[in-house]
């Protein structure tokens, strides 16, 4: 039977460092997940308004089979700045694809860095950047931030995230399989649809959670579900939202088992976030191999697949139950927390 890791974060996946900045000022923000070693890498793309870098490297017939970071930010396409600042910093560091070419006597590598954005230039009070956008500074910032411990809710690319009407944010969570597999995920939740039923604030992949990992849950209500209630949406505005993800696991994968991965593992956001990839969000999740678990035969992808979907939807969840309150934007426990004795 599956359990969370130590943290119940991505980095119980081993190789795998999280690191983030914010820009407070202008309610948005970057988060890095860095490889210690080159992994394997693969993304699924599902919105119908993506904002994305080095994509198509990670297709099966692509030459470059390593990634060294992967990118979620904030900013709108601005956002994709982050990843070059992320690959300033690898650079230093000496990371990246051997090319073949010398700079300064030494060898040139370039890191290989994909990454994919969320739209929250139009958080409530936000003040644009007067002069140069944030992005690549805060990716430099976020990569020499990496560790395995990091915060959730109002921070890194969830900082101006918002998820419907609540506050979105960053989330995570973890599971060990039995076999010795480890699979993570992390999350950016900035949705149009809701995460949660409009009649009651109950989340809509609250029976996915693992023991103790959320809040006490408001009561379902007798009443039917009205299947078109979307009052907990985004409002009448569509545009401009987008969920962005990471998957990851120990397990030996090649790029098609990391791409099918990432296939099996948006199921997640579809469990917890209704609607999902519509015309105007660029729902994106990429899949990462780190390779010092078990050989994944495909017995064992299958059960990677169904543990990433449900270890998805629980980062969703976490991510708003720690979301706080910000700009006039209400959290969920603002709204729909309740003491356990109340439960």
Wanted: with cysteine.
């Amino acid at each position: 039977m599956a359990a969370a890791g130590a943290r119940n974060l991505i980095t119980d996946v081993p190789g795998i460092l999280v690191g983030q900045a914010e820009d407070p000022a202008d309610h948005t923000g970057t988060t890095v997940v860095l490889a210690e070693r080159p992994a394997v890498a693969a993304v699924d793309v599902r919105g119908g308004a993506p904002g994305t870098r080095e994509t198509e490297l990670l297709g099966c017939d692509a030459l470059v089979d390593r990634i060294d970071a992967v990118v979620l930010s904030g900013g709108s396409a601005f956002g994709l700045d982050a990843a070059a600042g992320v690959m300033d910093w690898l650079a230093a560091e000496g990371r990246g694809f051997a090319v073949g070419a010398r700079l300064r006597g030494q060898a040139l590598r370039v890191p290989i860095v994909p990454a994919a954005i969320l739209f929250d230039l139009a958080f409530p009070g936000r003040s644009l950047w007067s002069g140069e956008p944030p992005y690549r500074a805060l990716g430099r910032r976020a990569a020499a931030a990496a560790a395995a411990d990091f915060a959730l809710g109002n921070a890194g690319a969830g900082f101006g995230a918002r998820a419907g009407r609540l506050k979105g944010g960053i989330g995570s969570a973890s599971s060990c399989l039995g076999g010795g597999a480890t699979l993570g995920a992390i999350v950016a939740v900035n949705s149009w649809g809701s995460a949660v039923r409009p009649d009651c604030g109950r989340f809509w992949a609250a029976e996915l959670a693992f023991a103790g990992e959320l809040d006490p849950q408001p009561a379902t209500p007798d009443a039917p579900l009205d299947p078109e209630d979307f009052s907990q949406c985004g409002g009448d505005g569509v545009g401009g939202n987008t969920t962005i993800a990471v998957v990851a696991t120990d397990a030996a994968l090649d790029k098609g088992g990391c791409r099918r991965l990432a296939i099996m593992a948006q199921g997640g956001l579809a469990r917890a976030i209704r609607p999902l990839h519509t015309p105007f969000d660029g729902d994106s999740v990429f899949a990462v191999a780190t390779g010092t678990g078990p050989p994944a035969a495909p017995e064992l992808l299958l059960r990677l697949g169904a543990a990433a979907a449900d270890c998805l939807a629980r980062a969703v969840m976490r991510a708003l139950t720690a979301a706080e309150p910000l700009a006039g934007i209400a959290s969920w426990r603002q709204r729909y927390g309740r003491p356990p004795e109340a439960a």
